[in-house]
C-alpha cells in the first residue's frame, strides 16, 4: 500500500526534488504550501498541494493529518535580511509547529532537513556531523535560526519521537528558480559578474541526490542522528574553473583578500541598510562566513543509509543548462 507524505517547502528548490522522489517511489504526496505560492517546481507532478502556512500550527496540524511520514524541508533561505523575526518564525517556530502535528498524529517517521551551516567546522580539516559547535558559533540568522531548529528536532527524539536529521551541504542542479544564494553564485558567473574570487570552499551536492538521501534517512536514519548528505569539497576557485570549463565563461583569475572583501562588505552592508534596502552584491554574513572553508565529510550517510552521491560536474551541467534555459543567464558565453 502507497504511503501518505507529507512535505513542507516542496515548491522549493530541495523540497520538489524530495517530492519528485517520493512520487518516484509511489507515494501519496501532500506539499504544505502558501496561499499565492509559486509552484513552477511541480509543474507536472502528482502531488496533492495544500495551503497553509508553516507558522500557522492549525495549518500545519491539518496537513499533517493521516501522514505516515513527514519531510520538515521547509525554510527561509537568505543570507540577508532587514527583519530576522520572521526568518526565525518559519525556521523555529515552524519546526516546532510541525514536532507537534507529528507527534498528535503519531507520524511513524519525521525527517528534519537542516544544513551544514549548523554544523561544526575545524579550524582545518573537514567537518562531521560530530564536530563541537554551539550558537555562539554561527554567523547570522540563517544559520542561528536553522541550528535552533536543529536543536528542537533533536530534542523531540531524545523525548521518544522519531525523528531523523539530516544535513545538505550546497545543493546544485535545476529548478532553483529563485534562485537560493548558492544558485546566485552560479548565475552571476554566468552572467560575468563574478571578476574574483576568495580563498574559500565549499562542499556541492547534486540536489537529486539529496532529494534521494532523505528518503534513506526515511528507511534507515536513527532517531537523534545526523546524517551529512553532501558530494565534492571544491575551493572556490575550483568550482569557477569547473563552471568554466562547463559553460565556456572565463573564471576569474583574481583572488580577493578576505579582509578587503571584509571591508567592501561592511560598508555595503550599512549602505544597503541605510539607504537602499535591499539586498547588497555581498552581503556582511556571506563574507563572514567565507572566511571558512565549509568541507564536510559524508562518510556516516554512506556507511548507515547506503547514501552514495555522483560527481558533481552533472549537476553543475544540469544547473548551466536550466539557468540558460529560464533566461537567468545568457546562452552564450559573454
Given at each position: 500500500?502507497?504511503?501518505?507524505?507529507?512535505?513542507?517547502?516542496?515548491n522549493?528548490?530541495?523540497?520538489?526534488?524530495?517530492?519528485?522522489?517520493?512520487?518516484?517511489?509511489?507515494?501519496?504526496?501532500?506539499?504544505?504550501?502558501?496561499?499565492?505560492?509559486?509552484?513552477?517546481?511541480?509543474?507536472?507532478?502528482?502531488?496533492?498541494?495544500?495551503?497553509?502556512?508553516?507558522?500557522?500550527?492549525?495549518?500545519?496540524?491539518?496537513?499533517?493529518?493521516?501522514?505516515e511520514?513527514?519531510?520538515?524541508?521547509?525554510?527561509?533561505?537568505?543570507?540577508?535580511?532587514?527583519?530576522?523575526?520572521?526568518?526565525?518564525?518559519?525556521?523555529?517556530?515552524?519546526?516546532?509547529?510541525?514536532?507537534?502535528?507529528?507527534?498528535?498524529?503519531?507520524?511513524?517517521?519525521?525527517?528534519?532537513?537542516?544544513?551544514?551551516?549548523?554544523?561544526?567546522?575545524?579550524?582545518?580539516?573537514?567537518?562531521?556531523e560530530?564536530?563541537?559547535?554551539?550558537?555562539?558559533?554561527?554567523?547570522?540568522?540563517?544559520?542561528?535560526?536553522?541550528?535552533?531548529?536543529?536543536?528542537?528536532?533533536?530534542?523531540?527524539?531524545?523525548?521518544?519521537?522519531?525523528?531523523?536529521?539530516?544535513?545538505?551541504?550546497?545543493?546544485?542542479?535545476?529548478?532553483?528558480?529563485?534562485?537560493?544564494?548558492?544558485?546566485?553564485?552560479?548565475?552571476?558567473?554566468?552572467?560575468?559578474?563574478?571578476?574574483?574570487?576568495?580563498?574559500?570552499?565549499?562542499?556541492?551536492?547534486?540536489?537529486?541526490?539529496?532529494?534521494?538521501?532523505?528518503?534513506?534517512?526515511?528507511?534507515?536514519?536513527?532517531p537523534?542522528?545526523?546524517?551529512?548528505?553532501?558530494?565534492?569539497?571544491?575551493?572556490?576557485?575550483?568550482?569557477?574553473?569547473?563552471?568554466?570549463?562547463?559553460?565556456?565563461?572565463?573564471?576569474?583569475?583574481?583572488?580577493?583578500?578576505y579582509?578587503?572583501?571584509?571591508?567592501?562588505?561592511?560598508g555595503?552592508?550599512?549602505?544597503?541598510r541605510?539607504?537602499?534596502?535591499?539586498?547588497?552584491?555581498?552581503?556582511?554574513?556571506?563574507?563572514?562566513?567565507?572566511?571558512?572553508?565549509?568541507?564536510?565529510?559524508?562518510?556516516?550517510?554512506?556507511?548507515?543509509?547506503?547514501?552514495?552521491?555522483?560527481?558533481?560536474?552533472?549537476?553543475?551541467?544540469?544547473?548551466?543548462?536550466?539557468?540558460?534555459?529560464?533566461?537567468?543567464?545568457?546562452t552564450?558565453?559573454?
Amino acid at each position: 500500500m502507497a504511503k501518505t507524505s507529507l512535505v513542507t517547502g516542496g515548491n522549493g528548490f530541495v523540497g520538489c526534488h524530495v517530492v519528485r522522489a517520493l512520487v518516484a517511489r509511489g507515494d501519496h504526496v501532500r506539499v504544505l504550501v502558501r496561499a499565492n505560492a509559486d509552484l513552477r517546481a511541480l509543474q507536472g507532478v502528482d502531488c496533492e498541494p495544500v495551503i497553509g502556512d508553516l507558522r500557522d500550527p492549525d495549518a500545519v496540524a491539518a496537513a499533517a493529518r493521516g501522514c505516515e511520514e513527514i519531510y520538515n524541508v521547509a525554510a527561509d533561505y537568505r543570507l540577508w535580511v532587514l527583519d530576522e523575526g520572521p526568518m526565525y518564525a518559519t525556521n523555529v517556530q515552524g519546526t516546532l509547529n510541525v514536532l507537534a502535528a507529528a507527534r498528535l498524529h503519531k507520524a511513524a517517521r519525521v525527517i528534519h532537513t537542516s544544513t551544514v551551516g549548523a554544523l561544526g567546522v575545524p579550524k582545518s580539516g573537514v567537518g562531521t556531523e560530530d564536530t563541537p559547535v554551539s550558537l555562539n558559533d554561527m554567523v547570522g540568522p540563517y544559520k542561528r535560526s536553522k541550528f535552533l531548529a536543529e536543536q528542537a528536532a533533536l530534542r523531540a527524539a531524545r523525548e521518544g519521537m522519531p525523528v531523523v536529521v539530516v544535513n545538505p551541504s550546497t545543493p546544485i542542479g535545476p529548478l532553483d528558480h529563485k534562485p537560493t544564494p548558492t544558485g546566485r553564485i552560479i548565475v552571476d558567473f554566468l552572467n560575468g559578474r563574478m571578476p574574483a574570487y576568495l580563498d574559500t570552499g565549499l562542499n556541492l551536492v547534486d540536489v537529486t541526490h539529496c532529494a534521494r538521501g532523505h528518503l534513506l534517512a526515511a528507511e534507515h536514519g536513527k532517531p537523534g542522528h545526523k546524517y551529512i548528505l553532501g558530494g565534492e569539497n571544491l575551493t572556490l576557485q575550483q568550482l569557477f574553473q569547473r563552471l568554466a570549463s562547463i559553460s565556456g565563461v572565463p573564471a576569474p583569475r583574481i583572488r580577493i583578500p578576505y579582509g578587503v572583501a571584509l571591508g567592501f562588505a561592511i560598508g555595503a552592508d550599512f549602505v544597503a541598510r541605510r539607504i537602499t534596502r535591499r539586498p547588497p552584491r555581498a552581503s556582511l554574513t556571506e563574507v563572514r562566513m567565507a572566511r571558512k572553508k565549509m568541507f564536510f565529510d559524508h562518510s556516516k550517510a554512506r556507511r548507515e543509509l547506503g547514501y552514495e552521491p555522483g560527481p558533481i560536474d552533472t549537476a553543475l551541467s544540469d544547473a548551466v543548462a536550466y539557468y540558460r534555459m529560464t533566461g537567468a543567464a545568457p546562452t552564450t558565453e559573454k
